[in-house]
């Protein structure tokens, strides 16, 4: 492989763990026969920016540019590329690279391949620099790794179905939620809100657990059948085993059996949330009624074109909030207190 030439982007990224994001520009491939150069016009805000720039999960190089869900349009492409034209709308989620050939990739669960790369955190292997985030003017991405953005969506409140989108709507599919089903939504957050979103889109009885009385309007303006109050041990009793299905977003330290008994026999809980500390099963929570945990990873790129357009078909997109780049680390601190309603998005012309 031709190492391509590097080009330098405007972006924000943070210098140390401890450091605000700010102002700087970054090197990006110059695209190769099989790339796309997208440019950004908006980018979700996601709890994993927040942890990558933080150094949260031991793994961040700095300058580190977090950002792994934006809508752009597609600026040039390299001469093999067939399926989009220049001007097109397009996405970019979590990942950016896989080997293409392991089980896991031709099964289209790339997410899953031993040699993805991820938006942010990985390495570019054309430059052999880390990949940086998208908080940034454009990327170059191979064009297996962009999606199409159905034209009736928009694209502001498009761009967190990306991450927080697919990684809820992934597990709903995987285990066929559907009507006649009663299914719980547990926590209403960025992710939280999309769950509800696509588990009353897919014709389930929508049950959302929250910590927060405060949030039933709006759970039920989302999708939500009825709303019960987690903290509330009456409500949680009265909802001993008539699930069929949970999906676990919360990421705090929470404890899993009070939802596992929630389950009919045969029932299953999801996890995409990720608390730091390992959380405790109590055996007989899964034993008795033969209950299965389970965790769930975004989604594979054939599986996240399928949510773009069920959302397109649905008219579903995130409820955001708008900021400009310079807002960001403010936006942080207000995410830290699920202080959104439900998901910041950058608009990428402030840069
Ligand atoms: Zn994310
Ligand atoms: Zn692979």
Redesign the pocket.
């Known amino acids: 492989m031709s190492k391509p030439q590097a080009y330098s982007v405007k972006a924000y990224s943070a210098v140390s763990a401890k450091a605000p994001l700010a102002a700087s520009s970054i090197p990006r491939r110059e695209t190769t026969a099989s790339d796309v150069k997208v440019d950004i016009l908006y980018c979700?805000v996601?709890?994993?920016?927040l942890h990558f720039a933080r150094n949260e999960w031991n793994f961040t190089q700095y300058p580190a540019v977090p950002g792994?869900?934006i809508i752009g349009r597609v600026a040039t492409m390299g001469s093999d590329v067939k399926k989009f034209k220049v001007g097109d709308l397009v996405g970019v989620g979590?990942l950016v690279e896989s080997c293409s050939t392991c089980p896991d990739c031709r099964a289209g669960l790339e997410q899953f391949c031993p040699e993805m790369a991820m938006t942010y955190g990985s390495t570019d292997k054309h430059l052999n620099l880390p990949t940086y985030g998208v908080y940034a003017q454009s990327i170059v991405v191979r064009d297996e790794f962009v999606l199409r953005i159905p034209a009736n969506l928009n694209p502001a409140a498009a761009a967190p179905l990306l991450?927080?989108g697919i990684?809820t709507y992934s597990p709903l599919r995987r285990w066929k939620v559907g009507p006649g089903q009663t299914v719980g939504i547990v926590g209403l957050g960025g992710l939280g809100h999309m769950g509800v979103k696509f588990a009353h889109a897919l014709g389930a009885h929508v049950v959302l657990f929250t910590t927060s009385p405060g949030k039933t309007a709006d759970a039920q303006r989302l999708g939500a059948n009825e709303v019960v109050v987690s903290k509330d041990e009456q409500q949680m009793a009265a909802q001993a085993g008539r699930f069929d299905f949970i999906l676990d977003t919360v990421s705090a330290p929470h404890d899993l059996n009070t939802y596992l008994n929630l389950l009919k026999r045969d029932g299953n809980m999801v996890l995409v949330g990720a608390p730091e500390k390992p959380l405790a099963v109590a055996s007989f929570s899964l034993i008795m009624r033969r209950r299965s945990l389970s965790g769930s990873l975004i989604g594979g790129l054939p599986e996240t074109q399928e949510m773009l357009d069920f959302c397109s078909e649905h008219n579903i997109t995130s409820d955001i909030e708008m900021i400009r780049m310079d807002q960001v680390n403010e936006a942080y601190e207000r995410m830290l207190k699920s202080d959104v309603k439900y998901r910041f998005v950058i608009d990428m012309t402030s840069l």
């Open positions: 979700g996601c709890h994993s920016d792994h869900e979590c991450c927080a990684t």
